[in-house]
């Protein structure tokens, strides 16, 4: 059972070389610092792509020297990202993090059909949060790309997010596929949702992990809750991941675990050609390296 993010230094590759990581856009102060302080460790080996004079200012007041690093100059910051998303295209590098640019404008240029990083499989964010209050460490999918998936769709989410459980040694991880109460509600399309996942999964059409649902959030999260409430589960209070009905659900609880419950996080985008680092703009240089750390180990 993973408790810390930092744990997840054990699953990084154990190559001769870092992994090669492009930084999109690099002009953000907390990705300057995130990424050079995972070069200094060795997990990554780092090339900035965007305007280099505001770079090496940001750099210069956090009393960072980007010397040692290649750079690629770009002064407008959507060009950076096309350039960015062209490098990995061309595997000059095995991992891309957005720096300073809006979420949608990055992820419409990894979703562009000729120079772009699609693999035929949906795209979608992942978060891994550690959180004081719960006992291991708990994802939580998708809260930053698909804004209403529809049922194919949450299976594809599913897929994405377990298999990075499986590469985190976590073979069946259990799944609460969340709604705003646990019993199926017609009006309600997110326990429709729910329930049809869970029984997809008792009959082995989605497999490598539990999923129940629908739960709510305090049963998903606290066994004394689902005790209360007699619901009998294997997921709930144990819940490894969380399967968010919509974008909007997913981004308040992200941003509500991190601004109210000081919770540490790290998250990416998976089901691309290459691990991608999507952090918010106004996440933390700590949960910008621990996504880092993520997206390394993943790629692995
Ligand atoms: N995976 C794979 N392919 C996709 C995906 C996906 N998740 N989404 C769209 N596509 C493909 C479509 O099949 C199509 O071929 C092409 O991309 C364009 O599709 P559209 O027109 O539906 O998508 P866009 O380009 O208008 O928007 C895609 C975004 C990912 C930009 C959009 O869904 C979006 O804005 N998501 C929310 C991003 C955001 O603002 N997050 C904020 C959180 S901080």
């Known amino acids: 059972m993973l408790k810390k993010l930092d744990e997840l230094r054990q699953f990084l590759p154990k190559t001769a070389k870092p992994i090669r990581l492009v930084l999109a856009a690099s002009h953000d102060a907390h990705s300057i610092g995130a990424v050079v302080r995972a070069a200094e460790e060795g997990v990554i080996e780092p090339l900035f792509v965007g305007d280099k004079e505001k770079t090496v200012g940001l750099a210069d007041v956090m009393q960072l020297s980007l010397k040692k690093f290649q750079f690629i100059d770009e ?12 490098l990995i295209h061309e595997k000059k590098a095995e991992v891309l993090m957005k720096g300073k640019i809006g979420t949608s404008i990055m992820l419409k240029a990894v979703l562009n059909k000729e120079y772009g990083l699609r ?14 209050t719960y006992h291991k460490l708990i994802g939580v999918t998708d809260v930053a790309m698909n804004i209403a998936p529809n049922l ?11 298999g990075i459980f499986n590469k985190l040694n976590i073979q069946e991880p259990k799944v609460a596929v969340l709604g705003a109460v646990e019993q199926v509600n017609t009006s309600m399309n997110a326990t429709l949702d729910a329930a049809l996942l869970s029984k997809m999964n008792q009959r082995g059409q989605i497999r490598n992990c539990l999923i129940d649902g629908p739960l709510a959030f305090d049963n998903a999260i606290s066994a004394e809750s689902a005790r209360h409430k007699e619901i009998k589960s294997e997921v709930a209070g144990d819940t490894d991941l969380l399967l968010m009905p919509d974008i909007e659900v997913g981004n308040v609880l992200y941003k509500s675990l991190v601004f ?10 998976v089901g691309a050609t290459v691990p991608i680092v999507l952090t918010s703009r106004s996440d933390s240089e700590q949960a910008k390296f621990d996504s880092i750390l993520l997206a390394a180990a993943s790629a692995s």
Not at 76 to 86: G, H, L, P, R, T
């Open 260 to 269: 109210f419950a000081k919770a540490k996080v790290a998250s990416m985008i």
């Open 152 to 162: 194919d769709e949450k299976i594809a989410i599913l897929n994405n997010a377990v």
């Open 75 to 86: 002064q407008d910051a959507e060009q950076a990202v096309i350039k960015a998303v062209k």
């Open 119 to 132: 693999t035929g499989k949906l795209l979608s964010h992942f978060a891994l949060f550690e959180v004081e």
